[in-house]
């Protein structure tokens, strides 16, 4: 007779204990969403003739690793496609990568605050995250998660830009940071808004990579590309760990619509990335407003701004989404507002200026 400790299933103590994931919260039909870093431009055409296209096949498996949209990708930043690894959303990626190098006990050295995806990651692949809190101006502390890095690190997570912050890292202070940590621990650089970066001390993720054995991309189609609900996201990696990644991943993880949908905007690319820089104007003019109120705001590279809001996080949120703005809150720390449309800019300013009142 076996002993047991219950009679009931139990859940893996790490999986007890993770942290909420909580999505941005949905926009009602007269409110702006600015919650969760998407692109407010409707689908481009092209890639909605894709999506209905493809929507015939629905009754066949997708190609299982997604083979010619990793040679688009591949075409698109100069890599071979041997070296993509597509998956259902980076997030999704960024699992497999850590499945694939991360074994129980095993230290990830991670800024916080950065992705709230992280922690819940590492936990779920039996690891243990290392945070390392970030420097002034809401900038990653490259110093000094180069010395949280120990004998059990197996991987290192780069946020660039961070999210929620918005800084990106500087290409001066990434070089010193790969010369300091051992060639054998990898360093994920997550680019998600890469895209958006306009900082000319910002790196070349790609240089990065081809000159850094250890360094693993990870890359979304979700925000410039404007396919956030089709999940597609990608990892660059040299071939053998690359195919490490594939091995871990869920099988047929992308679908063929998805597959067909992200082929199609890589197409459409140079309007897509015209959208990008309207965007970024829009940016600026939400950051010059914000800035003309009086907040001193981190340097934002990203398609969000960040409001270090403290204890009246919470309350401001609420506010925001009464008066027709839904942001991101997280709790006791600030908000973060992502670039919409115009008349969302407009109208989170005025509620903004308002908070500013008695300041
Ligand atoms: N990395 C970062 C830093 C992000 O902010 C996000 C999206 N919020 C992702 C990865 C994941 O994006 P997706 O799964 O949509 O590709």
């Known amino acids: ?198 900082d000319p001390e910002a790196p070349d993720g790609v240089e990065v990579y081809a000159a850094h054995p250890n360094v693993v991309l990870l890359r979304t189609l979700s925000k410039a590309y404007g396919l956030a609900g089709l999940r597609v996201g990608y990892a660059v990696a040299r071939p053998r760990l690359a195919a490490g990644i594939r091995a871990v991943a869920t099988p047929f993880g992308v679908s063929h619509v998805a597959q067909r949908a992200a082929i199609a905007a890589i197409g459409v690319q140079d309007r897509l990335l015209e959208i990008v820089d309207e965007l970024v104007d829009e940016r600026t003019r939400l950051v010059d407003l914000l800035t003309a109120q009086g907040w001193d705001l981190p340097e934002t590279q990203a398609n969000f701004v960040w409001l270090p809001l403290g204890e009246q996080t919470v309350a401001r949120a609420a506010e925001a989404a009464s008066a027709g703005v839904v942001v991101r809150p997280f709790a006791g720390e600030g908000i973060r507002v992502s670039v919409g449309e115009p008349e969302a800019t407009d109208l989170f300013c005025e509620i903004a200026a308002g908070w500013r009142e008695g300041v």
């Open 1 to 198: 007779m076996l002993s047991c400790v219950s009679d009931n299933p139990q859940l893996r103590p790490a999986v007890d204990a993770l942290p909420a994931y909580v999505p941005g919260a949905r926009a009602g039909a007269t409110s702006f969403k600015l919650s969760s870093n998407e692109n407010p431009y409707p689908v481009h055409p092209a890639v909605l003739a894709a999506i209905v296209d493809a929507a015939q096949d629905t009754n066949r498996y997708p190609d299982m690793h997604a083979s010619e949209l990793c040679e688009a990708i591949a075409g698109m930043i100069g890599v071979r496609a041997e070296e993509v690894v597509a998956g259902n959303g980076s997030v999704a990626v960024l699992a497999h990568v850590l499945g694939a190098f991360v074994d129980a006990g095993d230290e990830v050295v991670l800024p916080w605050r950065s992705f709230e995806a992280y922690p819940i990651a590492i936990q779920v692949a039996g690891g243990t995250g290392v945070r390392v809190p970030l420097a002034a101006g809401g900038r990653l502390d490259l110093p000094a998660m180069a010395a949280a890095v120990t004998e059990r690190t197996k991987v290192v997570l780069v946020c660039t830009p961070n999210n929620p912050t918005g800084p990106a890292v500087h290409a001066d202070e990434l070089d010193a940071f790969l010369a300091a940590v051992p060639r054998h621990v990898v360093v994920v650089l997550d680019e998600a808004y890469v895209e958006f970066v306009r």
